[in-house]
């Protein structure tokens, strides 16, 4: 490949590749969510674990990682210290090997706390996006859940 074939390669990659903008966008979120649930001890990466235990109901944690689309190691540190923190806790489930995650009174009163945090900085971030940004992005999300629901 000559250089100029080269330059063109990488001016294209750098210029139009979706998953380094979604990369960037997760981190920038991700920092304004987490600094917002800072006081709380949480990270906007557990809370979303909470919610879709609270959401869904006792499951175990490969259906969460399913709804999530979370890799097995990252799903089994944040259940962990979730865990610790007394937020959820494990139910025997329909056999011995089946054990289900809930939220408990402890996770509920921090999902209270959390919400004006959550609001906050959701609020922040529809404000960096703007509103078309803050709207593609639920539609895109949307459509992808969809997507899984229906297979």
Known sequence: MTTKAFNKTVDTIASECIAVRMRMLNRMVTSI???????LSIKVSQLNVLMVVAKRGPMNSAEVGRVLHLEKSTLSRNLERI??????????GTN???HLMQIT???RRLVEKALPLWKKAQKT?????????ARAIQRAAERVWSADRAE
Not at 33 to 39: A, G, I, Q, T
Not at 84 to 91: A, P, S, T
């Open 105 to 107: 009174a402890r996770g």
């Open 83 to 92: 865990r610790k923190r007394g937020w959820i806790e494990v139910v025997e």
């Open 33 to 39: 969510f987490d600094e917002s649930l800072r006081v």
């Open 125 to 133: 971030t529809q404000e960096a996006l703007g509103e078309n940004g």
């Open 96 to 98: 011995a090997r089946n």
